[in-house]
């Protein structure tokens, strides 16, 4: 928690978010110069704030929040309503990334003014930079609508998750020639539509060398190699807390969850022998003033 005064904190993140903000320029400008930028899973305000203070460019409000947060078998069941309401936390935590809402497979399902709709809430309610969708291939024209509607649309293709429906089917794509170039078409027609980025998530490194060749918007790779121009993870996989072996790509560079529970078993521990609540834990009653009775 900071230090400072409400107001003063509030002028210094103001202060940082006029100069450092980081917008679609901002990483269209990474792309050019060759500088690839990082991208990170987040659901809630600590992680946010976390993330920013760490340099990540951009936060994604990923409905991976299903599985990881909300323990199901798929990332179908996911309200918008509490994807609003955790991105609005996440914005407040991290003013200075650029922001992606993931459209949740409820707004996917109708038609596509229900998903223009949600695009719109994820900017104005949850102050995102822009919106994200898996999309398949006849999905060209949702894209222009967002577009002309002012939202940066990022296109997410390769493994689209709300397409598996339990754990098995969540396998790598794009994996023969055949493939391989109708993931380049459709990539060349998403951007032909307007797309502000790519996102590919578990192709061979090869496809998405292809994909990077063939357009010249940024490309993010989720398990796609080292061609992309940015790279994102899921947070909690990253930090050993998601409780199941992360696919290949995910690099474990802590292992939060195993001290988490180290933790919360030294806490039973604590409380059940007693040692909780120790002295300092206490309020300590205050003085009372000497009555005048017991004053000789
Ligand atoms: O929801 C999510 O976290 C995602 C990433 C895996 C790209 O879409």
Request: with cysteine; net charge neutral.
């Amino acid at each position: 928690m900071s230090s400072r005064p409400p107001d003063q904190q509030q002028r210094a993140n103001q202060a940082v978010s006029a100069g450092n903000r980081i917008d679609l320029a901002g990483l269209r400008r990474m792309k050019a110069a060759g500088r690839k930028f990082a991208m990170l899973t987040a659901y809630d305000y600590p992680t946010a704030i976390l993330a920013q203070a760490a340099g990540v460019h951009s936060l994604l409000i990923g409905d991976s929040m299903g599985t990881v947060l909300l323990g199901h078998e798929s990332t179908r069941n996911v309200p918008l309503a509490l994807m609003l309401v955790l991105g609005e936390a996440v914005r407040r935590g991290a003013p200075d990334v650029y922001l992606i809402g993931d459209m949740p497979y409820e707004a996917m399902v109708v038609n596509d003014n229900v998903a223009l709709d949600a695009a719109r809430r994820f900017c104005d309610e949850a102050g995102c930079d822009g919106v994200k969708f898996e999309a398949a291939s006849d999905q060209v024209g949702l894209v222009e609508r967002l577009v002309s509607a002012g939202i940066e649309t990022t296109v997410h293709l390769g493994l689209r998750p709300q397409s598996v429906t339990n754990r098995e089917g969540y396998r790598a794509q794009a994996r023969d020639a055949a493939s391989l170039a109708d993931l380049v078409a459709d990539a060349r027609r998403m951007t032909a539509a307007g797309a502000a980025m790519l996102l590919l998530e578990a192709v061979p490194s090869e496809a998405a060398q292809a994909v990077v060749a063939a357009v010249d918007v940024p490309v993010v790779g989720c398990g796609a190699g080292p061609a992309c121009d940015g790279h994102v993870l899921v947070t909690q996989d990253m930090l050993g807390m998601s409780g199941i072996r992360p696919p290949r790509f995910v690099p474990v560079l802590a292992e939060v969850g195993k001290l988490c529970g180290a933790a919360m078993r030294r806490y039973v521990e604590a409380v059940s022998s007693g040692a909780y609540p120790a002295p300092e834990h206490t309020y300590p009653m205050r003085k009372q003033p000497a009555s005048p009775s017991t004053t000789p």
